[in-house]
């Protein structure tokens, strides 16, 4: 009885986890940036980046970061989609994210894996920074 109790437990947490809502262009992006006064938060992925889904899928997945991302216009794209990141600044490595205003300015740039504690940090340090230029 208590295994099943912990089981459906587990199960409703995880249908009533809070998800990304991933935009897939960025045009349409920044465009609702500019509309909800928001920045954009673009995330560049390989397709054979292990890194790259170990970020997905540990660290963009965890309850904490998905709440504190919902402050952002958040946009996924293939780093092998040339067409979505022509207008994008110099992709050093991914995963990559870019932190940009609505008028294409960027931010801050986070540039490799990290785990949901210091990417909270990194999260924090983008609100400092928003609140400081009021971007």
Known sequence: MNKLLIILLLCMTTLFSADIAWQK?????????????????????GENCRWCKKMKYRTLSDDNITKSITEYIAVKVMQEDEKSVEDLPMIEGVPTIFFMSAEKEVIETVVGYFNVEDFLSYLDDVKKKLISKKY
Do not use: C, H, L, P
């Open 25 to 45: 262009d960025i045009a349409t992006a920044f465009e609702m940036a500019k509309k909800e006064k928001k920045v954009v938060m673009i995330f560049v992925e």
